[in-house]
């Protein structure tokens, strides 16, 4: 017999890999599954629009801005990280905003 934890693990693992597949194709079943996970303390962590946190997140790609208060904040989550009461399962793979600069080559 597998044990109690084993089999939650299990079907945390589960859920998650549904949720992803469920990002762009079923929107409303992806927040409904993690509103049931959430019941269970697992919660999703997206961080668009925070501060980047290299502690806490991935950075797997850069979108420019000429806005000086996005540089360094997250423009959007390209897969998303989870937490099991408190404890991570996932980091947040994320997009972070970079500011532009002018160079004279630019000009």
Not at 41 to 55: I, K, T, Y
Not at 75 to 103: F, I, K, N, Q, W
Request: charged residues 30%; glycine residues 8%.
């Amino acid at each position: 017999m597998i044990a109690p934890t084993a089999e939650r693990a299990a079907l945390v693992e589960l859920c998650i890999d549904l949720a992803d597949r469920l990002r762009t194709t079923g929107p409303g079943l992806r927040a409904r599954l993690h509103r049931g996970l959430a019941d269970v303390g697992v919660v999703p962590v997206e961080p668009d629009g925070l501060p980047f946190d290299g502690a806490h997140h991935d950075a797997v790609d850069c979108e420019p801005t000429t806005d000086p208060a996005r540089d360094r904040t997250v423009a959007s989550t390209e897969r998303t990280g989870y937490l099991d009461h408190g404890h991570v399962l996932r980091r947040p793979e994320v997009v972070v905003y970079a500011l532009e600069t002018a160079t004279e080559e630019d000009r």
